[in-house]
């Protein structure tokens, strides 16, 4: 083997030496120095572009298709993926990946596929330090280290910082999903689970109102225990769940109702709040309780999909304008209107406005003015005084407005006045509005207001100068005489219009005949309202003297007289209000 390679070696060198000599190589020639062309390079690859090229993410490019977030997980970012292989969505269980990727399942495929996506660019280094972070769905995943493991809620991440040009995916072994939503009960259903509310269940299903308290809300509810309506008196709960007192138990159930949602947080002591009746609760704090009406409210807010429910351990009834005034403590109105035997009339049909003054208000009055009142003998002039605190109909705050002038149920006119931001009803301040009963309102005044006769009328309504004439031709006493009277009352700015110095003039006592003719001029004696003023074409007046009454479409004339302002009644007649001073004739 030796001697062979020997021979083939010496062959080779032998052959060498016999090979014709090799041409001179070609002189080398300089050329210009090639010029530097760009290079492509590939376009940086987005994260839907990596998950596409890579080959194990099929499933999740798929459904990231289904779910129109191609764009989505293309754009700016920068976004953090936990990127599920095809091996985590086999493991789902047999049939979820198709029935997730169809049309009618694309909310809750966007859901998943969100619950994936962190907002940001979060590192390996920097997923180990955190214990969660917040996904694009908007709830959170966890992050668990177990020595060099780490997980994200029980997927595994099996390979980090993949980077593309709008974020990072770290790949996972498990398709993560998010926690179901908690199914909360409406509030029908809870009380039914529940098992403490048969009998308001019961009543709700006799009164038609399930419908009502299944719907969207939102509702608080102040639910009466089946003890709290055992202690209805006997037979009332069989009485109001007959078919014929469908009306009366519907009333009741609605009271326990506030619509909108009232926490226990927002309750304050004194608070009134609108039931679903459209009538008046009324909140309590004392000692740590709290009350609803007469119920103490035993349990707070038990949440349902459409509201709240607080249980209460008593039934509450609605409230008329007597109960409402009985419970929240107006004592002496209450006594007064007693003595009066004018229970019955504000416990009846209405509806009624009550102006309502307080205990304190009661006090203001002149000493012994209540205790002579609340006498027999004096009971026609205290129901009058009650009677000019109430107007007959529904008067809301917001139908109140500056200058507005209401006929009380005496039948005698309520001034009404808005100064800055507080509300009058003659001298009395309006303080608290709006109680709402089942026959009317109550708004609550700081001083008892009094009937006004028309001399009281026109002080009180700042007919100055006409009560400076009234005074110094000594008529005071005529005209807060019985009547009844009518007056046709010239306003301040009707005296200024006469010639200058006549009034002063006039004032002097020695002109009293004049001036007390001339306001005499301005009375008739009789009640005349606007209704029939107009029928007239003239009136006699206590001078002996006629006033000619015009009327030219919506305007009427006394003499030459406009009358601006009609109907003001007083205890002994009525003021129309005019704009010039009537003067008799010669």
């Known amino acids: 083997m030796r001697n062979f390679v020997l021979f083939a070696l010496l062959a080779t060198l032998v052959l060498a030496a016999c090979a014709p000599a090799a041409p001179a190589a070609p002189a080398v020639v300089p050329t210009a120095m090639p010029m530097n062309t760009p290079v492509p390079t590939e376009a940086p690859q987005t994260i839907v572009d990596i998950a596409v090229a890579d080959g194990r993410f099929g499933t999740l490019v798929a459904a990231v298709q289904a779910a129109g977030l191609v764009e989505t997980l293309s754009g700016e970012g920068p976004f953090t993926v936990f990127a599920p292989t095809d091996d985590a969505f086999a493991k789902l269980p047999a049939g979820t990946l198709e029935d997730l990727l169809k049309p009618e399942n694309k909310q809750m495929l966007t859901d998943i596929l969100l619950y994936h996506v962190v907002p940001g660019s979060v590192k390996a280094a920097d997923v180990v330090s955190l214990t969660e972070a917040a996904t694009a769905l908007g709830k959170n995943v966890s992050v668990k280290v177990e020595g060099d493991k780490v997980y994200i809620n029980d997927a595994m991440v099996i390979i980090t910082d993949i980077v593309a040009s709008n974020g990072i995916i770290h790949v996972v072994d498990t398709v993560i999903l998010p926690p179901a939503e908690e199914v909360k009960l409406d509030i029908v259903d809870l009380a039914v689970a529940n098992g403490s509310f048969e009998t308001l269940v019961a009543a709700v299903q006799a009164a038609g109102l399930v419908e009502t308290l299944k719907g969207e809300g939102p509702f608080t509810v102040f639910a009466p225990t089946d003890e709290a309506f055992a202690k209805l008196p006997e037979g009332t709960v069989e009485t109001l769940l007959k078919p014929e007192n469908k009306q009366m138990l519907t009333d009741i159930l609605l009271y326990h109702v ?24 009324f909140f309590k704090v004392d000692m740590g309780k709290v009350y609803i009406n007469e119920a103490e409210i035993v349990m707070t807010d038990v949440e349902a999909s459409n509201g709240i429910i607080h249980v209460i351990d008593t039934v509450i009834l609605p409230k008329d304008i007597v109960d409402a005034a009985v419970f929240n403590k107006f004592d002496t109105l209450v006594a007064a209107v007693q003595a009066a035997e004018l229970v019955d009339t504000l416990k009846g049909e209405g509806p009624f406005t009550v102006f309502a003054p307080t205990n304190d208000a009661f006090a203001k009055l002149p000493e012994g003015t209540l205790d002579s009142l609340l006498k027999p003998e004096n009971k026609q002039q205290l129901t009058d005084i009650l009677l000019y605190h109430v107007v007959p109909g529904s008067v809301p705050a917001a139908d109140v407005s500056d200058g507005l002038i209401a ?71 005529t005209l807060k005489g019985e009547g009844p009277f009518t007056v046709f009352a010239p306003t301040d700015e009707a005296f200024a219009k006469l010639p200058a110095g006549t009034l002063d003039t006039l004032l002097k006592p020695e002109n009293k005949k004049q001036l007390t003719d001339i306001l005499l001029y301005h009375v008739v004696a009789a009640n005349v309202p606007a209704e029939e003023v107009v029928n007239l074409t003239e009136a006699a007046t206590v001078l002996g003297k006629n006033v000619t009454v015009k009327v030219e479409g919506d305007k009427v004339y006394v003499n030459d007289a406009q009358v601006v302002i009609v109907d003001i009644k007083a205890t002994n007649g009525i003021i129309h209000v005019i704009d010039t001073v009537l003067l008799p004739p010669q």
Not at 259 to 277: E, F, T
Request: zero cysteines.
């Open 407 to 477: 006929d009380s149920a005496l039948g005698t006119s309520l001034f009404f006045k808005v100064d800055m931001d507080k509300v009058y009803i003659n001298e009395a301040e309006i303080i608290v509005t709006d109680i709402k009963t089942t026959n009317g309102i109550i708004h609550v005044i700081d001083t008892v207001i009094l009937p006004k006769d028309i001399v009281d009328a026109a002080v009180f309504n700042k007919f100055e100068t006409l009560a400076a004439a009234l005074t110094a031709a000594e008529l005071i006493d």
């Open 258 to 281: 506030v619509p909108g949602s009232v926490p226990a947080a927002d309750v304050s002591d004194g608070l009134i709040a609108d039931s679903a009746l459209g009538t008046s609760l």
